[in-house]
């Protein structure tokens, strides 16, 4: 058994998945893997799924991102407070 990550660049109109190199077969049992061919500033999205001799199950939901780009939900309202050291 192992589990294959598929991912999709994103454009204004489409994020077609597809298989990444290396990893549709990482193991069951040391579930590690590292896309190191994603670029800064490109919206991507990953999607796993199982895998055994029967198939690959279906896709788990989707999680995105963006290498290298500010956060999209910045904090608000936050406030600072500065406590000097006692001496």
Known sequence: SSFA????LQSAT?????DLPGATA???ATPTWTDSTI??????CYRIA???VYGR???SSTFCGQLGAPPTNAPTGL????NPAAP
């Not at 990550?5 to 999709?8: D, I, K, N």
């Not at 670029?39 to 991507?44: D, G």
């Open 39 to 44: 670029q800064p500033n490109l919206s991507f």
């Open 79 to 82: 406030n600072l407070r500065i």
């Open 14 to 18: 489409a994020c077609n998945f597809v």
């Open 26 to 28: 990482i193991p069951y």
């Open 5 to 8: 990550v598929q991912r999709c």
């Open 57 to 59: 199950s279906p896709y």
């Open 50 to 52: 199982a895998v055994n």
